[in-house]
């Protein structure tokens, strides 16, 4: 049985991919705002918001339970509207050896499409896919799409 798995998932949004990647790559957290009872805080640990190499401090709630997650930036790319994250600290890694987010907004003719997937290498067998993070993902996605649209 293999430790090493692959989720994706597509969501349709009504904002425009290059807002939707604006937040994620350089604003981060702007996501305590949009949505509070997910992610109550997110906070600079390193280096400058919207930079490769910089570190993002992420407290998220899920079934109630505080989360936290210390992420670095391994790329943005503005042209492509993607950026990948590495977990590096943090609650996921009490499971997995290695997690990586990868996020990326894009049209598909008129629509605007968040394609996120998550890479990963669980510690063993008996830990779970990380199911309920990618659904937690896509509500999370939904309430930005919505946040967008208001503002």
């Not at 969501?11 to 109550?40: C, D, Q, T, Y």
Request: some cysteine; glycine content about 6%.
């Amino acid at each position: 049985m293999s430790l090493v798995g692959k989720l994706t998932t597509e969501v349709l949004m009504v904002a425009p991919h290059h807002e939707f990647h604006g937040v994620w790559a350089k604003r981060p957290h702007h996501l305590s705002n949009v949505s509070p009872a997910k992610i109550p805080k997110v906070h600079l640990h390193g280096g400058d918001w919207g930079t490769v190499g910089s570190i993002v401090a992420c407290h998220y709630v899920i079934d109630g339970k505080d989360h936290i997650a210390k992420n670095v930036v391994e790329a943005i790319d503005d042209e492509n509207k993607t950026i990948t994250y590495r977990v590096v600290e943090g609650d996921l890694l009490k499971e997995y050896k290695s997690f990586k987010v990868i996020i990326q907004s894009f049209l598909k003719g008129e629509a605007t499409w968040v394609c996120r997937t998550i890479e990963y290498e669980k510690l063993n067998k008996n830990v779970p896919h990380p199911i309920k993070l990618l659904e937690f993902f896509i509500h999370l996605s939904e309430e930005l799409d919505d946040h967008l649209v208001q503002k």
